[in-house]
């Protein structure tokens, strides 16, 4: 979503997208946009050998002996080479940005929350060109030191546009299952409807129908959720970057569930915005035990504050952060 958005900002530029999935993606409204499909890093059918005593500390992947491997790099160095100059956007490996450099090509690396200290890291983000944070500086946790120095911060934005005035039924709670795993279950959302009879929960997201609960809608995948979350007094969801961006979009009260990611990056997502009014951050270990009722009717009666999260000219921003890249580069 965040790729194509930048993408069509960059109307004047010959994009091309590249990664494991990009063939699904829908380009008609994109005549800049190319795609470059590159194999998967895993396979089924080969297990990749490991060597305990030569894991490098340099690297967060690097297994040995799997051919898919060796063919997204052989795809990455032919394109390289054929299609310099060129700057390549980082979204978010580090193994990527690096193997760019040692071909010599400038890169742009997209920063996402969490404790990002470690080896890998600070080698990708000294080798970058620019880095880009795809969210406000108020939101920023951490030290101020020479990684933040080199980031430019574009505020947030989302596939939504920004609404001040939603038209919303009070008694619509919306909850979002997300992909990459989640502790929302199909028996937590029956707990949280049971204890809260008088209000209606719509299910987006993951199959889970089964539930004799009258007061839950199991909408499943829906791929235009707009106008059900702009219906919704409340928005449940895990604190991953696109979920909290969409409800800040949306200026909806937010029961934020951080999940355990690599380096704790919802943990620290839900940081970002916790203490805010209209927003509660529920950890995992808390979600059978607390009092839903309470919590949704104290938090229906908040007006939500994501000030400063949302900034209109974000897109832009993080576009033309990556043109003045590229020409500190390519023009004299």
């Known amino acids: ?123 990708a983000y000294q080798s970058a060109a620019l880095l880009i944070a795809p969210f406000s500086e108020s939101l920023y946790i951490g030290d101020r030191n020479w990684v933040y120095d080199k980031t430019v911060f574009t505020g947030g934005f989302s596939r939504f546009r920004l609404n001040t005035r939603a038209v919303e039924n009070t008694r619509n709670i919306a909850i979002l299952i997300g992909a990459g795993g989640t502790s929302i279950t199909k028996s937590l959302v029956e707990h949280i409807a049971r204890q809260s009879p008088t209000f209606s929960f719509h299910v987006l997201g993951e199959e889970m129908p089964g539930s004799k609960a009258r007061n839950i809608i199991w909408h499943g995948t829906v791929a235009n959720p ?32 951080p999940e355990e990611r690599p380096f704790e990056e919802q943990v620290q997502k839900a940081q970002s915005v916790a203490g805010r009014a209209g927003i509660c951050i529920v950890q995992k270990e808390d979600l059978w035990n607390s009092d839903w009722t309470k919590m949704l009717d104290n938090l229906s009666c908040k007006i939500p504050d994501w000030e400063g999260v949302i900034i209109p000219d974000a897109i832009n921003k993080m576009a033309n952060a990556i043109i003045e890249a590229g020409k500190s580069f390519f023009e004299p």
């Open 226 to 257: 707009e106008q059900l979350l702009k219906s919704a007094a409340i928005i449940i969801g895990n604190t991953g970057h696109n979920t909290v961006m969409e409800v800040a979009s949306l200026n909806k009260r937010f029961i934020g569930i």
């Open 1 to 123: 979503m965040r790729t194509l958005q930048v993408a069509a900002a960059l109307t004047d530029y010959r994009v091309i997208l590249i990664g494991s999935a990009v063939n699904q993606v829908d380009l008609s409204r994109l005549r800049n946009v190319e795609i470059v499909q590159l194999p998967p890093d895993t396979g089924k059918d080969h297990v990749a050998i490991s060597h305990d005593d030569c894991i490098p500390d340099t690297f967060h992947y690097a297994p040995l002996d799997v051919p898919k491997i060796k063919n997204r790099m052989a795809i990455l160095s032919a394109l390289f080479e054929k299609e310099s100059p060129m700057i390549l956007v980082v979204d978010v490996s580090v193994e990527i940005t690096l193997f760019a450099r040692l071909c010599g090509i400038p890169t742009v690396v997209i920063c996402q929350h969490g404790k990002r200290d470690d080896l890998p890291h600070l080698m």
